[in-house]
């Protein structure tokens, strides 16, 4: 089990300008005791280790030296302060704890990445059971704790975590749809489609590294500009529903009547166009409730939000870049951005925040003969493989845009 960082106690210590002594009355033990943790002696126990962060007005990672995305059981369980009895009895409270017969013991068997003795601690759908609970007493996310076994526990399989299947349209939003005439549900169904092209265009820009606006911005889809179109020509929503034969001139009474229903929002601003100059423009964003209600009349399932322990589509684009690059590595500047504060090594993305995964980190390469560090390159952590290797097919079916070609190779072979 990893212990307290002396260095680092003995750091923040002189960083705030105290003496032991001083340390001492706030974290209610004698200066001696703090002499032999700064010694390395003794190591304090966890409500002890909570204890002395507190005293010190810092995290107890930044005393135990854990780097964020890389925590064990054991590192979470110091973090939140809390024995192993402490725990067992936490779990115990739970179903899935019950049925699991948890004890110290078996926690310590657990954090020791040791075989844990008794019924069903084998079954992977048993023990993904267990991370709610673990999650709920260490005060963390349930992807943390899964994150951490497997960390703990590399050789054997992860605990499985039920991933959200799509789900059969409402009623309600079916019902809505079947309300509209059919030219406004042609309308509604080019509108969504357009979004779909504009998200996939904006997902493009990101994967090459581009500027993309913020939604808010890019979901206010074009829909005619205040022009003659012999001059100024038709937007792509126009020529689609051009195709249909149901373009109206303008906006349109189909456009506003879509919007009295809670299905768009339609809103103007102007923009340069180099044949008339300054025009006006009529922008359309679909509802959510619009959204569902073209789905439900297409005869398309809703998606679900991703489980907790699976990346968005964009993060995991990116994970998948690094696997491609695999075993080389990805080059330093390829990767750069906010991605990192979800998928790298020893990052937070905001005071307070959860720390972020650890599936990519950058390694130094050295350079002929090993005399100094010729470049860093990003790679994937043991735990990125493994992230890859268990969810790559589930991954496959949630996001088929991401190319994943050769990553079934490549995560398996990496050292």
């Known amino acids: 089990m990893r212990t307290i960082d002396p260095a680092r106690l003995v750091s923040r210590r002189v960083e705030l300008g105290l003496t032991r002594e001083v340390l001492a009355a706030r974290a209610g033990v004698s200066s001696r005791m703090i002499f032999f943790y700064e010694e390395g ?34 590192d ?5 302060g809390l024995t192993l009895e402490r725990v067992a009895e936490l779990l115990r409270a739970s179903v899935p704890g019950r049925q699991l017969s948890v004890s110290a013991p078996k926690i310590s068997a657990l954090e020791k990445g040791l075989q844990v003795q008794g019924r069903h601690w084998q079954d992977p759908e048993a023990t993904g059971r267990l991370l709610a609970p673990l999650a709920k007493a260490y005060g963390v996310p349930v992807r943390m704790v899964l994150d951490a076994w497997m960390r703990t526990r590399p050789d054997e399989q992860a605990p499985t975590l039920v991933t959200k299947r799509k789900q059969e349209p409402s009623r309600a939003a079916l019902a809505t749809w079947e309300s509209l005439n059919e030219r406004q549900q042609v309308y509604l169904g080019e509108i ?16 090459q590294r581009l500027p993309v606006p913020k939604a808010t911005e890019w ?15 038709y937007t792509r929503l126009q020529e689609r529903l051009r195709q249909h034969g149901v373009h109206d001139p303008g906006a349109g009474q189909t456009v506003h009547a879509l919007e009295r229903r809670g299905l768009l929002v339609v809103t103007e601003d102007s923009v340069e ?7 006006g423009r009529v922008l359309v964003e679909i509802t959510r409730r619009g959204r569902a209600a073209a789905r439900a009349g297409l005869g398309e399932p809703r998606e679900p939000d991703p489980a907790a322990h699976l990346l968005s589509e964009w993060l995991w684009g990116v994970l998948a870049r690094v696997a491609a690059a695999e075993p080389a590595g990805l080059e330093d500047d390829q990767l750069a951005g906010r991605s990192l504060f979800f998928i790298g090594v020893g990052y937070r993305g905001r005071a307070g925040g959860q720390p972020s995964r650890g599936l990519v980190d950058s390694v130094p390469v050295m350079a002929p003969g090993g005399t100094h560090v010729a470049e860093y390159r990003w790679r994937l952590t043991q735990l990125g493989r493994r992230h890859v290797v268990e969810y790559l097919d589930v ?5 088929p845009r991401v190319n994943t070609t050769g990553l079934d190779m490549r995560a398996n072979n990496t050292p």
């Open 273 to 279: 166009h180099p044949a008339t100059g300054e025009v």
């Open 219 to 233: 979901r206010k889809l074009p829909l005619t500009l205040k022009a003659a179109p012999s001059l100024v020509g």
């Open 395 to 399: 991954y496959r079916e949630l996001y």
């Open 41 to 74: 002696r003794h190591t304090p126990t966890p409500p002890r280790l909570e204890q002395l962060a507190s005293a010190l007005g810092c995290e107890v990672d930044a005393l135990t030296g854990a780097p964020q995305g890389q925590e064990t059981l054991v």
């Open 76 to 80: 979470l369980r110091y973090a939140a």
């Open 192 to 207: 969504m489609r357009d979004d779909r092209m504009t998200e996939t265009e904006m997902w493009m820009r990101r994967v």
